[in-house]
């Protein structure tokens, strides 16, 4: 079963609200990484954090990976409507060579008009 | 389009039924995965392939379910005697190991058992 706690479960915001959602974990990790999903499609990787305390940006979205290496956050600025989708965390074991992705239960975005 | 493909997009079939997913990976993607996604759940790890061989599978994968890499390119995916609770979405990523990507998924395939 998922061993990632992901919230919120879901956000409704207006547009051009800052969004910020985050993902922890009972265990230690080595690698973050943050996914969107939209409706019908596979998930899109849009973050991949390798070490403790990084925090990397793409676009107008930011994600760090938790100093305690258990948590990661995805803060999306100015959010715009090709935002709605349903974000994912996910993790990968540490040990070397087992390449299995195991991922949160998502955070869903809508945007009110 | 070099992305990772799978087929069919949708897949409608009767219960007990067989059914077999086709997954093309990145064509430099040495390493192939099958996820399976249920409605308002994140994917949950199926089995993986490095080159051909089959390297991990996960208790989900139960004994109706067998997925292949015969040339260690495409894979696919058979499911005999289909249930309703199989019915899910199964998505197929593609890495490689040698340039250390992080996991490409394809477009999934909805299976709906009636």
């Known amino acids: 079963g998922q061993q990632l706690n992901q919230s919120p479960q879901s956000m409704f915001i207006q547009e051009g609200e800052d969004v910020s959602m985050n993902c922890t974990s009972s265990?230690?990790?080595?690698?973050w990484l943050w996914y969107k999903q939209d409706p019908g499609e596979g998930p899109v990787l849009l973050i991949a954090?390798?070490?403790?305390?990084e925090l990397t940006s793409n676009g107008r979205l930011t994600a760090q990976f938790g100093i305690t290496r258990k948590d990661s956050f995805l803060n999306i600025s100015a959010s715009i409507p090709s935002d709605v989708g349903i974000y994912f965390c996910a993790r990968r074991p540490p040990n070397f060579g087992n390449e299995k992705l195991t991922f949160g239960t998502g955070t869903r975005l809508t945007i009110i008009p | 389009d070099t992305g990772v493909s799978q087929d069919p997009r949708h897949k409608i079939t009767k219960r007990g039924q067989n059914v077999t997913f086709r997954c093309d990976p990145i064509s430099e993607h040495n390493r192939l995965y099958w996820y399976r996604q249920t409605l308002g759940q994140g994917p949950e790890f199926l089995t993986y392939f490095q080159n051909e061989a089959q390297l991990e599978k996960s208790r989900l994968l139960s004994d109706r379910f067998s997925a292949e890499r015969p040339k260690g390119s495409f894979s696919t995916l058979e499911i005999q005697r289909t249930e309703q609770g199989d019915s899910a979405m199964y998505l197929c990523a593609s890495s490689s190991s040698t340039v250390n990507t992080e996991a490409f998924f394809g477009q999934g395939t909805r299976l709906t058992v009636v």
């Open positions: 954090l390798y070490k403790a305390g």
């Open positions: 265990s230690i990790f080595n690698t």
